[in-house]
């Protein structure tokens, strides 16, 4: 097997397209489409592309597995240590190796023995939101061992869902706390009192555009802070309506929308991705509403098997979802170079003398700080 790095789309072979439709077809986060719009709209000026892949030694470049990452010179999360990191950022609810037919410990081995051979040398490499518990994480990790990185695994966020195969609206509504139903009846009737109450989903791709200027607007209105790459968001929106994905919802008043929420619905998972209502409604819950309206088309009309709500512990989540998961980063320092091994001993060494802080119930939503290696990185939480 061979090792190669890409710094572009374009110069991929074409035995890549399979690692990415296998891997998209579970995760839509894992997707080429998903990689593309991050790459196009969140790379930073002093930032590259950077497709890590293992190939077979045969003609065709039959590849056997890839780490779609960034190359940063200057890492400012690592005191300017020179780094390859996954392609990922706040928007992302999941990372994971793309690897294909056996031999998938082996192949990540020589992929990490690949970025470790590179010079100059990289002072570290770092990957998350990863899924604990699987074998490709645990593969990841031995093959980072392998290849001689001093490695560290910390929590990323949390995750609350709930299994709903088989399970009707009202059914799952009888679940929830009996506050919580009597708080939806006291808000749906409110907000019926003070007008035309409806709902509407956008799914087309023909819709896409002028349904996001809605969003945009009831963003806009809400009590968020700046969208750090709105280009993202919109593309993203398209790309999900292509791919059959995209359940775009409002809340209508009258003639104006004061809620929004973008729904990705994925081999039968239904992911709250991205939530806002105009801060002027608040008294009358709007986005509390168009929940419920969202949740009662998903459940008894497109029957999803699992409620998802993405990255965070907001305490409103355990309202609507009674079962957490959590993702977590991996990092990896070279203790053959000088920040590696500067690394080694700020988040290694370090946080083994001192007792590990406890984490479950922190928030990992906007104006919140997810815990990064040794609480460095803190910024990359999923905005909701």
Known sequence: MRFRLYSCWHDLPAGYAGLFARAGAADFCLGRAWFEALAATTLAEEERLGIAGIEADTPGASPRACLVGRHRERDPAFWGARSFSSLSNYYTLCYAPLADGGEVATALIELALGLRARRPRYDVVHFEPLVPGTALFDDLAAALDAAGLVTRRYFRFGNWYEDTAGVSFQSYLARRPSALRHTLRRKSDRLA??????????????????????????????????????????????????????????????????????????????????????????????????????????????RVTEIDLGAGDDPYKRLWASRRRERVGLVGFDPGTLRGSAGILRHVLTPRLRPASAHPGRASGPGSEAAGPGGMIGSCSAPK
């Open 193 to 302: 009192r003070a007008g035309v109450v409806r709902t509407a989903v956008v799914r087309e791709r023909a819709a896409v555009d002028p349904a996001m200027d809605r969003y945009e607007d009831v963003y806009a209105a809400s009590w968020k802070p700046v969208e750090p790459y709105p280009a993202f968001i919109r593309r993203l929106a398209g790309d999900l309506a292509d791919a059959g994905a995209l359940r775009l919802g409002f809340l209508w008043l009258d003639d104006r929308p004061i809620a929004a929420q973008i729904w990705i619905v994925w081999e039968g998972r239904a992911v709250l991705y991205k939530l806002a209502h105009d801060r002027s409604f608040d008294a009358l819950s709007p986005g509390t509403v168009l929940t419920v309206r969202m949740l009662e088309r998903l459940l008894d009309d497109e």
